[in-house]
């Protein structure tokens, strides 16, 4: 399968980021922190931002924040 690229500064591909979500991550300043991927240029800033919107649609919400946050 082919590589591809979101964040071409430092070479940070989206199954890099998708796995990231996956194990946990949960925002754009989460991805960046843990590659790099939008602390150059930031070009690449949008796309991350649709991974991460996209993340938080096929997770399932959380039961235990409801009942922290009393809804």
Do not use: Y
């Not at 796995?19 to 949960?26: P, S």
């Not at 754009?28 to 991927?37: E, G, H, L, N, P």
């Not at 796309?47 to 946050?69: F, G, H, M, T």
């Amino acid at each position: 399968m082919a590589r591809r690229l979101v964040c071409i500064c430092n070479l940070i591909d989206q199954n890099e980021i998708e796995t990231l979500l996956k194990k946990g991550a949960e925002s754009t300043s989460d991805i960046q922190k843990f590659t790099r991927a939008g602390t150059s240029c930031g070009r690449c800033l949008p796309e991350i931002d649709e991974l991460v919107e996209a993340s938080k649609k096929e997770k399932p919400e959380d039961q235990q924040k409801r009942l922290e946050l009393g809804f």
